[in-house]
C-alpha cells in the first residue's frame, strides 16, 4: 500500500491499486516518489482499475474503481486520488493547502510564497543550488500553525532558470509553450538536490522577481502578512474532482486556520522581498534577509 512518508500522528490512511499492468504502475511510484512510498500493511482505501471504452471513475465504500480507455487518463487518476485520501486527515484537522514553494536548512523551513510565476520554484532551487537548501516542494505546501508538510508533486521551471542553474534533465517536458520544463520531485533528486518532507517554518518570504527594477527587502506589518498568507490559500485544488467524498473544506475554514495560526503572532517571521533576477549573489543576498 501507498503511505506518505512522514512519521505524523495524522499520516493514518493507506491506499492499495488493485490490477494495474506492472510498467504502468513504476511510473506511478516514480511520480509519487519520494514522499509517497509503497510500504507493507493493511490499507485503507483501494483503487481498482478497470479497461474500457470511455475515462470514468466510482467510488463504492473504501473502493475507486477507475474505468480507461487511455494510460494517461489511468495515471492521472492513480495519482491524484492516492495523494487525496492520504493528505485528507491533514486537512480535517486544520492544515491548510499553501500555494508555495519550501526549503529546508539544517532543522529550518523556509515557505516562499507569491502570485503565480512570480518565480517561487526557481527562488527555491537556487536556494538549494547556491546555498545547500533542501528541497521540499515546488507549488503546494500543507500549513499549520508553524508545521509545514511538503505536498510534492509535478513542478514546472522556467528554461531560463535550468540555464542559470547549469541543470540538464534527462528527458524535460515541455509546456506547450515552450518557456517551462515540467519535472517530477524524483527528477530534482536526480539533478543533484536533496529533498525534505517538512518541519518547523522559520520564516515565510514573499518574494518576486522584477528584471528592470529595484531591489526590495521589507518587513510585513501583521495586517499585510495575514493578508498576503491568506491570497496564498490554494483553495481550488481543495475539493476539486474530489475522489474520495472526502468531508469539504470551506474557504472560510481555510482562513480562520489562518487567522489563528501562530505565526501571525511573530510578525518577524515574515519578510517581503524583490529581486533583480535568478543569480547566486542575488540568492546570497536573500538568505541574508531570510536569516
Known sequence: MYKINVDHPYNVNGVGIINVDPELKKKVDYQLKPMI??????????VYAIKGDENKYELSHDTLFVTYKDNIY???MLRKSVRDILFDPFLQHGYTKMHSSSVKKDDDVYIILGNERAGKTSTALGLCKFQGYSFIGGDLSLVKDNDLIGWQTCISARNKTFDILGLKADEQIYSDDKEYIWLWPKDYEKLGYS????GKIKRCVFHKYDFAGKTIERELTPEEFRDKLIQNIHYEEINKANYWNTEPISIEQCRRNIENSSLLND???AVDVV????????????VKVMR
Open 74 to 76: 489511468l495515471m492521472m
Open 195 to 198: 529533498l525534505s518532507t517538512g
Open 37 to 46: 512510498e509503497e510500504v507493507e500493511g493493511i490499507p485503507t482505501h483501494y
Open 267 to 269: 510578525p518577524t517571521s
Open 275 to 286: 529581486s533583480t533576477g535568478l543569480s547566486e549573489e542575488n540568492i546570497k543576498r536573500l
